[in-house]
């Protein structure tokens, strides 16, 4: 009995940590707006796969992106960005 519930307690503690690590996602896009007063920036999504990827008709999102300079940003740059729900925790051009 006790090493049942010692089982089920270490793979909810697993199931936790992973669903943690997943929640940042790594994406690109272009951005299309920046307000550098509220620190908020929408980009464009890349779509993913082959079909349909070149008709440049992502969905186009508002996020925060608290404690980095957006000053080198630009509308129509290109950018890699982490996400954690509606917050950019990582942002940068790409070359």
Do not use: C
């Not at 909810?12 to 690109?28: C, H, M, N, P, Y």
């Amino acid at each position: 009995m006790r090493v049942t519930r010692t089982v089920s307690i270490a793979s909810a503690v697993l199931a936790l940590i992973g669903s943690a690590a997943f929640a940042e996602d790594a994406k690109t896009g272009m951005v299309t707006q920046i307000d550098r007063i509220n620190s908020t920036v929408a980009i464009q999504h890349t779509q993913d796969g082959t079909v349909g990827a070149g008709s440049g008709g992502g969905t186009v999102k508002q996020y925060k992106v608290p404690g980095a300079s957006l000053e080198a940003l630009h509308a129509g740059d290109r950018v890699n960005f982490t996400q954690s729900g509606d917050t950019i925790t990582k942002i940068e051009k790409k070359k």
